[in-house]
């Protein structure tokens, strides 16, 4: 089985401050996709990042970064010099794909507030 | 179409009704996802269509709810005798295939009387 826990439930920083969203995943398939979703107020869920279980490269696009350790089972996101258009609730995300396409399952997200 | 059109956005109905939700995925997109979210949730997933078939139902909650995608491409999730329980917003995703990243749709937010 398949488990996304993302233990903030709300986080609230001042804009211009950095701000690391934490990630942790189970899976017992040794070959997995790990994603982050945004979603603004507006409702829609935003990809932004894919990941897989072979490249624990880290990544940067622009002000936000992606810590992907296997290690500790942890996709962590970063967003630097954060904006108030940041404020959304972000999800962690999770396929396995040992028995094949199994569904995407996702965490309980965190509510990022950006306060100008 | 450019992306995953759900219809209606919003619906309203009274306990017991029976309600059809849409989902136009992208063209050409074979997989095809029905997910719920709960108010302070993350997306719940219900069912995965590749092609016309349902390869996983797992997630539906019970025999109430059904959902077809007779030619493959636009899907219609139902659900039979409405409960109260059943308020939250459906979200459809489609995908060209396995780990591709989903398109999701904007939602139908269902409201139960």
């Known amino acids: 089985a398949q488990k996304v826990t993302q233990a903030q439930t709300e986080i609230s920083v001042v804009e211009k401050e950095d701000v690391t969203l934490d990630c942790v995943y189970e899976?017992?398939?040794?070959?997995?996709?790990l994603f982050w979703y945004k979603q603004p107020p507006s409702g829609e869920l935003v990809f932004l990042i894919r990941?897989?279980?072979?490249?624990?490269q880290n990544e940067i696009s622009g002000r936000y970064s992606w810590n992907f350790q296997k290690s500790t089972s942890s996709f962590n996101f970063t967003i630097t010099a954060s904006q108030v258009v940041d404020s959304a609730v972000y999800f962690c995300?999770?396929?396995?794909?040992?028995?094949?396409?199994?569904?995407?399952?996702f965490g309980k997200g965190t509510r990022l507030s950006v306060i100008a | 179409g450019a992306g995953v059109s759900q219809t209606p956005s919003n619906k309203v109905t009274e306990k017991g009704k029976y309600v059809e939700l849409r989902c136009d995925p992208i063209?050409?997109?074979?997989?095809l996802y029905w997910y719920r979210q709960s108010l302070g949730q993350g997306p719940e997933f219900l069912i995965y269509?590749?092609?016309?078939?349902?390869?996983?139902d797992s997630g539906l909650p019970n025999d109430r709810f059904f959902a077809v995608r007779p030619e493959g491409s636009v899907s219609t999730l139902k659900i039979q005798r409405t409960e109260r329980g059943d308020s939250a917003v459906y979200l459809c995703?489609?995908?060209?295939?396995?780990?591709?990243?989903?398109?999701f749709g904007s939602g139908t937010r269902l409201t139960v009387v």
């Open positions: 995703a489609s995908s060209l295939a396995g780990a591709s990243g989903y398109t």
């Open positions: 899976t017992r398939d040794t070959t997995y996709y």
């Open positions: 990941r897989n279980s072979f490249d624990e």
């Open positions: 995300a999770l396929i396995g794909k040992n028995s094949g396409n199994t569904p995407l399952v």
């Open positions: 063209s050409g997109h074979t997989a």
């Open positions: 269509f590749q092609g016309t078939g349902a390869a996983d």
